[in-house]
């Protein structure tokens, strides 16, 4: 039920993003803060292992930046293996806000970095889970919104996101 919700969430937010319906509402936030609250919903938070300095400072809009780590975070835990552990690195440049997730590649195999972020992308294997291809998508397309971007790179048997934020968005 909680797939279920996620997907109807999602399908929602890409709906609104079409519509031009969602628009920046900037305000000040602890970035440190929202990625520690985020970890204590999850049913299995001692998965995430989070590097961060005290607090990070950031001007963006909170509701985008939370769906994009949501969907970072719960896609590193729902395709990874469940014993592994996701590491969750955040710092900054004088700039922006940066932020690295990393996990073990579960049984699905590796996504294509290049189209990981494509509306609709699943890889093959993934169709054995729950799920919509809009995750990702929303993901880039709320970082460029705000001024960011992501990228996907394959370590080995790990994936790698990376995310840069601008510190205060315009």
Do not use: W
Request: net charge negative; charged share 20%.
């Amino acid at each position: 039920l909680r797939d279920m919700n996620g997907i109807i969430e999602r399908l929602l937010q890409v709906e609104k993003l079409h519509d031009d319906q969602l628009s920046i509402q900037a305000a000040p936030f602890d970035l440190i803060k929202m990625v520690y609250q985020l970890q204590a919903a999850l049913p299995n938070a001692n998965r995430l292992q989070i590097e961060a300095p005290a607090a990070l400072r950031m001007e963006s809009d909170a509701r985008f930046v939370q769906i994009i780590l949501s969907n970072l975070i719960d896609n590193a835990l729902k395709y990874s293996p469940s014993d592994s552990v996701i590491v969750l690195k955040l710092g900054q440049t004088r700039d922006a806000a940066l932020l690295r997730i990393e996990n073990d590649i579960g049984a699905i195999d590796a996504p294509d970095p290049n189209c990981v972020f494509d509306k609709y992308y699943r890889s093959e294997r993934a169709q054995a889970f729950t799920g919509s291809g809009l995750g990702l998508y929303l993901v880039k397309v709320l970082a460029e919104i705000l001024g960011g971007q992501v990228r996907c790179t394959l370590l080995g048997q790990r994936i790698c996101f990376e995310l840069m934020l601008p510190l205060v968005t315009k």
